[in-house]
């Protein structure tokens, strides 16, 4: 035998109503409720929620937000590009030269003009035993330990609000208040080296930007290097 089960009784408008007096936040916490909602002409002459309203600024707050998000992907998408081509522009600049010192001039001068930073410098570690061309501008020695107490163990390192470190900038050190440096393995017969680029601005330099463009120039650097000076990996 077939038992058929009740039909719950169909709310009713006054159900309606008498649940939302019950729970006032209830549109606040089920917003999209407003959608299936037909609206009433605004009515001035009583004192009713102006749902039309709401709707219009929410709809204005959505589109403003919105707004904002495609500026940011733009921008953020313009400052890409600029910067892949200033990275471009720099690569072609270190593979002109015409020997090695030349080579260390255009790092150390050239990519600053292309990078729109305010320094550059090559900073090479030394345990004592001299090192060839490290008499060229530019080019600064630290004691052997050194870069790994500098880069926390990290392969590149953005730093910005800081003040520039004399050993690493010389009397451009004053100028520095944020920076991005950068590990340079040339070989195993060579001594660790890095590339330090300071910048005036605090903030041109922050920790959690990319690092793919500027590990791609230390890559070039460190083959140019090896090229130059007939060493293997």
């Not at 593979?95 to 255009?106: N, R, T, V």
């Not at 390192?157 to 004053?174: F, K, M, P």
């Not at 460190?222 to 007939?230: A, F, G, P």
Request: glycine share 6%; net charge negative.
């Amino acid at each position: 035998m077939v038992t058929n089960t009740p039909r719950p009784p169909a709310l009713t408008s006054a159900d309606v109503i008498a649940y939302l007096k019950s729970h006032p936040d209830f549109l606040t916490k089920n917003p999209e409720a407003l959608d299936l909602l037909v609206l009433p002409k605004q009515q001035s002459d009583r004192k009713i929620a102006d749902f039309q309203t709401y709707m219009i600024e929410r709809l204005k707050a959505d589109k403003t937000e919105a707004i904002e998000t495609a500026k940011e992907i733009v921008e953020t998408a313009r400052h890409n590009m600029n910067n892949q081509g200033r990275i471009h522009r720099s690569v072609l600049r270190l593979l002109e030269s015409e020997s090695f010192e030349e080579f260390i001039e255009s790092i150390t001068s050239d990519l600053t003009t292309f990078l729109n930073v305010d320094i550059t410098s090559l900073v090479i570690e030394s345990d004592g035993d001299k090192i060839p061309h490290v008499t060229l501008p530019g080019i600064r020695i630290v004691p052997a330990g050194t870069l790994d107490k500098w880069m926390n163990g990290k392969n590149i390192l953005h730093q910005s609000d800081i003040s520039g470190v004399e050993t690493v900038y010389g009397a451009g050190a004053q100028l520095v208040r944020s920076q991005v440096l950068v590990r340079v393995d040339v070989s195993q017969k060579t001594p660790p080296a890095m590339l330090a680029f300071g910048s005036r601005d605090p903030q041109m330099f922050q920790a959690g930007q990319g690092t793919e463009q500027v590990s791609f120039l230390a890559g070039v650097v460190e083959r140019c290097i090896r090229s130059w000076l007939h060493l293997s990996i």
